[in-house]
């Protein structure tokens, strides 16, 4: 039986974070997932190994899918939120929407954090999701459908939509969304 390794690669401002005050957030990470993590402060390269020969596949990607969290820019307490059975990580790399430069970078991150972060905050609580915005990136910690439609409104403030516009489609969607998994459940009751 091969050993299954993975690779992920944390920023030089993030391994600290990873590793947390006396190596706490790594030895519970390694603990809740069954895994053993290596990591190399010099270059960021962090190894992901199983503990032993029980530990599922499942585990060693909920570990990388941690570690990838906390590399852009959440805390360890929100970045734990995927080692849940229906939470997402969605990526957004912002260079793909406005290219490499400066001024666009800066005008679409302020755009999506808002005056005093009100508007990350706004689409963090209507959809019940975490987002981070870290250099080019924005990341989003949810459950499938709220990490999707966070998405698809961030997507919307970075083609330059409204803010109010924006609010009113996360709305529209996560009212649908409950509409759909109450028939859901009451299909299942019947």
């Known amino acids: 039986m091969g050993v299954t390794r993975l690779y992920e690669k944390v920023p030089p401002d993030r391994i600290g974070v990873l590793i947390g005050h006396e190596g706490k957030i790594k030895e519970e990470l390694m ?23 029980t530990t599922t596949a499942l585990e060693l990607m909920k570990a990388r899918d941690v570690v990838r969290a906390i590399a852009y820019g959440f805390s360890p307490e929100r970045a ?26 800066q005008r679409v991150k302020g755009r999506i954090i808002g005056e005093g972060g009100k508007a990350r905050k706004i689409i963090e609580e209507m959809t019940g999701t975490y987002v981070s915005i870290y250099k ?5 910690i949810g459950d499938f459908e709220s990490a999707n439609i966070a998405k698809t409104a961030i997507e919307l403030l970075i083609e330059g ?22 028939r859901q459940l009451w299909k299942e009751i019947i």
């Open 161 to 182: 939509r409204r803010h109010s516009t924006v609010y009113r489609y996360i709305e529209r969607e996560t009212f649908l969304e409950k509409r759909k998994r109450m």
């Open 136 to 140: 080019n990136y924005v990341a989003i």
């Open 31 to 53: 603990r809740r997932t069954r895994t053993i993590i290596t990591i190399d402060s010099t270059t960021g390269t962090v190894i992901i190994e199983p503990a032993s020969p």
């Open 80 to 105: 734990f939120r995927l080692l849940d059975e229906d939470q997402v990580l969605l990526i957004i790399d912002l260079k793909q929407y406005v290219g490499d430069k400066p001024n666009h970078l």
